[in-house]
């Protein structure tokens, strides 16, 4: 059963904020958001994760709804680098399984 | 931190033979290992979970037989696909969990290996 819903594909301005949506209206009190992207024919590459609490690292920023049901990816400068496949995942501390959906397709164009 | 290193990263061998795969976490350790397998165009799909010192725990529909998991240490883990045939070509990836962290801590993955079987 899909946990999260996110839009097939984005395109995204180079130098400009890319706002990745994620929905996860079934979301428990112990599920934590993470975000993970992959880069064509390499792994995947953590970004960030949260719980209730809006998180920022060097990388992006994850804005959590008030009501944990949905939540934002925010890169801030985009570039090239950034053109992948990026995943929100829900998961329970004590599930260590991660289930990838389809993710959303980003392209970030000149 | 927190590396994941996997060995081949790509291998290419005809049917019937038996290939290893490798996962190191070079610069932690790894109480549990994850294999997962990407085909082309589709999302990565949990294999099974590696566990030091204990057997591998796979998912639905995954045979044990024919994917070897071998955890004997805590920096390695090894998948071997036994009896290769074309239809097991794939990305195979793994990941790897601290030891001793706090459970909400993240998986960090390898890059992949991409077995071609002839």
């Known amino acids: 059963d899909a946990k999260t819903t996110q839009p097939t594909s984005m395109d995204c301005a180079e130098g400009r904020a890319a706002n990745l949506p994620c929905n996860h209206s079934?979301?428990?009190?112990?599920?934590?958001v993470y975000w993970y992207r992959q880069i064509h024919s390499q792994g995947p590459q953590y970004i960030i994760h949260g719980l209730k609490n809006n998180e920022t690292n060097e990388m992006a920023s994850l804005i959590i709804t008030e009501d944990r049901k949905s939540s934002t990816l925010i890169l801030p400068h985009a570039t090239l680098r950034d053109t992948a496949v990026y995943y929100c995942?829900?998961?329970?501390?004590?599930?260590?399984?991660?289930?990838f959906g389809a993710g959303t397709t980003v392209t970030v164009r000149a | 931190g927190a590396v994941v290193s996997q060995h081949p990263s790509w291998v290419i061998c005809k049917s019937g033979t038996s290939v290893k795969i490798e996962c190191r976490s070079l610069?932690?350790?790894?109480?549990?290992m994850f294999w997962y397998r990407q085909f082309p165009k589709q999302s990565l799909m949990l294999m099974a979970t590696s566990n030091e010192g204990s057997k591998a725990t796979y998912e639905q529909g995954v045979e044990k037989d024919k994917f070897l998991i071998n955890h004997a240490s805590l920096t390695l883990s090894t998948l071997t696909v036994t009896s290769a045939h074309p239809e097991d070509s794939s990305f195979y990836i793994c990941?790897?969990?601290?030891?001793?962290?706090?459970?909400?801590?993240?998986?960090?993955f390898g890059d992949g290996t991409r077995l071609s079987i002839l």
């Open positions: 990941s790897a969990r601290l030891r001793d962290t706090d459970s909400n801590q993240p998986q960090h």
């Open positions: 995942i829900v998961r329970a501390a004590n599930d260590y399984k991660l289930s």
């Open positions: 079934t979301i428990s009190g112990n599920e934590y």
């Open positions: 610069d932690f350790q790894a109480t549990t």
